[in-house]
């Protein structure tokens, strides 16, 4: 079996999940318009997830929850 051959079965799932999710999306896109996606926060399971945003609303960022924690709230590196 060619070298090429091979290659293009060992890649054929990856192409087909990412032709899927591209057809997926852009039937979503022109349905809903464009969407603002990004990290939410579920403190009932403590785990974050990427989700749809209400409009006008930020992601959840938890580099700056851990920075306030370790360095009294000055989100800076103090150690430098």
Known sequence: ?????????????FI???AYAAWH???RVREDGHSNYGLAYDPETDSTHVTLLEEGASGY???TEYAADDDGGTGQ???R
């Not at 091979?6 to 890649?11: D, E, M, R, S, V």
């Open 61 to 63: 960022d938890p580099e």
């Open 16 to 18: 087909a999940i990412f």
């Open 1 to 13: 079996m060619p070298t090429s051959a091979l290659a293009l079965i060992l890649l054929t799932p």
């Open 77 to 79: 590196d103090e150690t």
């Open 25 to 27: 999306e852009w039937h």
